[in-house]
């Protein structure tokens, strides 16, 4: 079965500093990889997401992503966050025709930025 | 365009009182899904459709049912509820992008419920 972790459950870092978001994944083949971030008593909102091609992701609100499949992983970054990043971030795995299966989320990552 | 919209945003019932969910999108998009968050496990798929009249369980779909009678909308309903149905439920829906393929899911704003 597809699993997702995202091992780090809270991260504080400074306005302006960089960001990494941790995401590893359990996956028998290549699957869709998708990173969402959740603002208080909002919806998620989609940054980013790969299906093919490109290992490097670049997203909405100067976040990127990279997939390396020799770890399992697909880890969010940014390289300078600004205060209006506070949020959750989650992200979700799911097959390449997920219509008919479950797309997997992670536990969310929950970031708290300091002036 | 609004996207995917959820009504009501919140609710309160009593334990065995009944509700139902309304869940819209204006995107023409064949699937539609119901989810779960709880604080700590992530969300949770409930139901998914995959097209106008059908409905297929997700993880954790007891106490719960869906129907999707127009192409639009997706209900979510709980014929009696349960204190362990105190969450905030989410509504998504995807696209079709050709070849059995699905695209991203566009998420609605929530609904806070809560059963005494």
């Known amino acids: 079965a597809q699993s997702v972790t995202q091992p780090d459950i809270h991260i504080t870092v400074s306005e302006g500093a960089s960001l990494e978001l941790r995401c590893n994944y359990s996956?028998?083949?290549?699957?869709?990889l998708f990173w969402y971030v959740q603002s208080p008593g909002q919806g998620l909102q989609l940054l980013l997401k790969y299906f093919s091609g490109d290992t490097l992701v670049q997203g909405i609100k100067g976040f990127e992503a990279e997939f390396k499949r020799s770890q399992s992983s697909f880890n969010l970054r940014k390289p300078s966050v600004h205060w209006s990043d506070a949020a959750e971030y989650f992200c979700?795995?799911?097959?390449?025709?997920?219509?008919?299966?479950?797309?997997?989320f992670g536990t969310g990552t929950r970031l708290t930025i300091i002036p | 365009n609004a996207g995917v919209t959820q009504t009501p945003k919140f609710r309160v019932l009593k334990t065995g009182q009944s509700m139902t969910l309304l869940c819209a999108q204006d995107m023409n998009h064949e699937y539609m899904y119901w989810y779960r968050q709880d604080p700590g496990m992530g969300l949770r798929l409930i139901h998914y459709s995959v097209g106008e009249g059908t409905t297929a369980k997700g993880e954790v779909p007891d106490g719960y049912n869906v129907s999707r009678l127009k192409k639009q909308n997706f209900l979510l309903g709980l014929e009696s509820a349960a204190p362990s149905q105190t969450s905030v439920y989410f509504c998504a829906s995807s696209y079709s992008v050709g070849g059995g393929q699905v695209g991203e899911q566009f998420f609605g704003p929530g609904t806070r419920l809560t059963v005494l």
């Open positions: 979700a795995v799911g097959p390449p025709n997920f219509g008919n299966e479950k797309l997997t």
């Open positions: 996956y028998g083949a290549t699957p869709y």
